[in-house]
Nanobody, 125 residues
Framework: VQLEESGGGSVQAGESLKLSCSHS????????MTWFRQAPGKQRDEREG??????????NYADSVRGRFTISQDYANNILTLQMNNLKPEDTAMYFC?????????????????WGKGTFVTISS
């Protein structure tokens, strides 16, 4: 299973970015996909669940991003996306695409079965 993120970069506060994660078709049919982020100075086990979408298309968002971020699946091309609007400096982090079998909480990094390598997002004020 391979997950490959793209779309990170550096923008000003208030601007937008769209992250993408290419993946195999199998994942989104049988499991849940989630965007996590790891802020600078944080450890791997401190990765924060940002948004998830399960095999039925149900979504969850962290309170800190609800209303600004939108997670979606491009089923035709097997691409998970995260549209990020009105970005804030505190959104600066490495963003990871992840997949799991929906056995635990969506925001729990310990429940993840597969991780991408990440893409870095920097927001300047």
């Amino acid at each position: 299973v391979q997950l490959e993120e793209s779309g990170g970069g550096s923008v000003q506060a208030g601007e937008s970015l769209k992250l993408s994660c290419s993946h195999s078709k199998y994942i989104h049919i049988t499991g849940r996909m989630t965007w996590f982020r790891q802020a600078p100075g944080k450890q791997r086990d401190e990765r924060e669940g940002v948004a998830s979408i399960d095999s039925d298309g149900n979504t969850n968002y962290a309170d800190s991003v609800r209303g600004r971020f939108t997670i979606s699946q491009d089923y035709a091309n097997n691409i998970l996306t995260l549209q990020m609007n009105n970005l804030k400096p505190e959104d600066t982090a490495m963003y990871f695409c992840a997949a799991d079998r929906e056995l635990g909480a969506w925001y729990d990094p310990y429940g993840v079965d597969y991780w991408g390598k990440g893409t870095f997002v920097t927001i300047s004020s």
